[in-house]
């Protein structure tokens, strides 16, 4: 009787009083994890294993979220002469990347620099370079050449990682910025 | 009679070393490019065409990113991407998926040649690349 009893308080504590708070605070605490990504995680994160390994074995897999989706298209119309050389895809590859592409572009997302970087370009205009969207100018108008494009350990603004360590993972935070020969950049 | 035995383990060990060193997919990739009409792969072609630059695209061969040494990283010329060594030897994953395989002789031949490689060097670079450690 006094375990039947016992029992009937555990149930009773975990069924009508422990769950409930645990599902209310789950819940609580995942809508306030997506604000606070999308507050401080600058864009999305790439995550799409296809794209990685086709575009990213050659180059830093840019996050989609840094151009329209206009541009996306653009650039994947034009594989046979990317930036001057070849980067042809197959028919099985192809597709899939360009949905991944067009689906978290910087005017579909909702990730703070994403919007910055989409509102910055004109409608008309359909860059195929993030360095020379207006935005990204914007913020690295004050670099001196020595640190990047006269900076043999980088070369130029293309590779992204360089300097921005936490690039892929779609962080461009100024906290993380390390410039190679020059160390931490604070403007 | 030991003579006999000796002979015998070189027999059967010499293949088998060969086998170690290539692996399926590069068995089945040789008789692939066997069937497009490639001869046998030679190992000292494909270490020539490997050094030898090209200039469809700018001066560029193979050892431009690859480097000369096989087990080591090498690094993308033109992003600067490093690249994990090409040798099965330190890199066991090279050299495993047919597939992948074919996609970048037709990437790189392309952007290293500035055309697609025949058969037969294809299987001159899969052999070189499959048994060479250094040059």
Request: glycine letters at 4%; hydrophobic letters at 30%; a neutral charge.
């Amino acid at each position: 009787m006094k375990n039947t009893l016992a029992i009937s308080a555990v149930v009773f504590t975990f069924g009508f009083v422990m769950l409930p708070v645990v599902w209310g605070d789950d819940d609580f605490r995942w809508g306030e994890m997506e604000e606070y990504k999308h507050r401080t995680n600058n864009v999305s994160e790439v995550t799409n294993p296809v794209y990685k390994e086709e575009c990213g074995s050659c180059h830093m897999a840019y996050p989609p979220g840094l151009l329209p989706a206009r541009s996306w298209n653009k650039v994947m119309l034009e594989l046979e002469n990317h930036f001057g050389d070849n980067a042809e895809l197959d028919a099985e590859t192809h597709p899939p990347i360009t949905d991944y592409l067009l689906n978290n572009s910087a005017d579909k997302s909702d990730y703070r620099r994403s919007k910055k970087f989409n509102r910055s370009i004109n409608l008309d205009d359909v860059p195929v370079r993030i360095s020379e969207t207006p935005y990204f100018k914007h913020e690295h108008d004050e670099i001196p050449s020595r640190y990047v494009i006269a900076n043999p350990k980088v070369n130029s603004f293309s590779q992204c990682d360089v300097c921005h360590a936490k690039a892929e993972q779609g962080s461009f935070n100024e906290h993380n910025v390390s410039i190679p020969g020059y160390g931490h950049w604070d403007d | 009679m030991k003579n006999h035995i000796l002979i015998t383990l070189l027999l059967t060990n010499i293949p088998l070393s060969t086998a170690q060193a290539e692996s399926t997919a590069v068995k089945n990739l040789l008789q692939d490019y066997a069937m497009q009409g490639a001869a046998t792969a030679d190992t000292e072609q494909g270490r020539q065409l490997w050094k030898k630059t090209y200039n469809k695209n700018g001066e560029r061969s193979c050892a431009s990113c690859h480097t000369n040494d096989l087990t080591r990283n090498g690094k993308h010329i033109k992003t600067n991407k490093d690249i994990e060594p090409m040798s099965p030897l330190v890199n066991p994953e090279r050299l495993t998926d047919r597939k992948k395989v074919n996609k970048w002789f037709k990437r790189n031949c392309k952007w290293t040649l500035g055309r697609e490689c025949t058969a037969q060097e294809k299987s001159n670079f899969l052999v070189f690349i499959a048994q060479s450690s250094k040059f």
